[in-house]
């Protein structure tokens, strides 16, 4: 069974820094793009980015580029997302996704259960 | 880039069909047959229901599915019922090498 365990929800202040994580299990770790949608509350879904574990290529939406980093670690099928800098409007849920094998990641399934961030001061 | 247009909500009777657009550029949506729709209910992660503009994983019900035509997709679920209620992304691969969803649609059961 393909499956994906995010780390545990998570708080912070403004500034501080933060890594969460997705562990795969139940695929080929390296042959498939795993990326990370944000969900503000009550909002839409907002793609962030992905990573091909197999050679790290790494892709962002414009609107993350410079503020988030995605990288993977092959040994233990684990792909992370972190912040530097945080800020309150990073607050949201943060869903781990498997998306497609090959040239690029079109669609995402399974979804991992979510990792809510909440920055406040 | 901008997200995906979708209506903010569709309604619809048990039994009906009802369909959700989604409307793209010739950059997404226009320009890749990747669209894909996803299922939330409340207080749950997001389920695949369609990929690739029209195929379904494996235990996804046949009374959903997916069309497109120029710069728009849709998502028709036919034989509608209680559990279906819930918010519906669509999603693009774009010519930016990224991915966009759609603003949701809620559907409601009346």
């Known amino acids: 069974e393909v499956q994906l365990v995010q780390s545990g929800a998570e708080a912070r202040k403004p500034g501080e820094s933060l890594k969460i994580s997705c562990k795969a299990s139940?695929?080929?770790?390296?042959?498939?793009?795993v990326g990370w949608v944000r969900q503000m509350a009550g909002k839409d879904l907002e793609w962030m980015g992905v990573?091909?574990?197999?050679?790290?290529?790494?892709r962002y939406s414009p609107s993350f580029q410079g503020r988030v980093t995605i990288s993977a670690d092959k040994s233990t099928s684990t792909v992370y997302l972190q912040w530097s800098g945080l800020k309150a409007s990073d607050s949201a849920m943060y869903y781990c996704?498997?998306?497609?094998?090959?040239?690029?990641?079109?669609?995402?399934?399974?979804w991992g259960q979510g990792t809510l961030v909440t920055v406040t001061s | 880039q901008s997200a995906l247009t979708q209506p903010a909500s569709v309604s619809g009777s048990p039994g009906q069909s009802i369909t959700i657009s989604c409307t793209g550029t010739?950059?997404?949506?226009?320009?890749?047959?990747?669209v894909s729709w996803y299922q939330q209910h409340p207080g749950k992660a997001p389920k695949l229901l369609i990929y690739?503009?029209?195929d379904r994983p494996s235990g996804i019900s046949y009374h959903f599915s997916g069309s497109k035509s120029g710069n728009t997709a849709s998502l028709t679920i036919s034989a509608l019922r209680a559990g279906d209620e819930a918010d519906y992304y669509c999603?693009?691969?774009?010519?930016?090498?990224?991915?966009?969803f759609g603003g949701g649609t809620k559907v409601t059961v009346l």
């Open positions: 996704v498997k998306g497609s094998s090959g040239q690029h990641a079109t669609w995402f399934n399974p």
């Open positions: 139940g695929y080929s770790f390296i042959s498939h793009w």
């Open positions: 990573i091909y574990p197999g050679d790290s290529e790494t």
């Open positions: 010739k950059n997404d949506i226009g320009g890749y047959n990747f």
């Open positions: 690739d503009v029209s």
């Open positions: 999603s693009s691969y774009t010519n930016n090498k990224t991915v966009v």
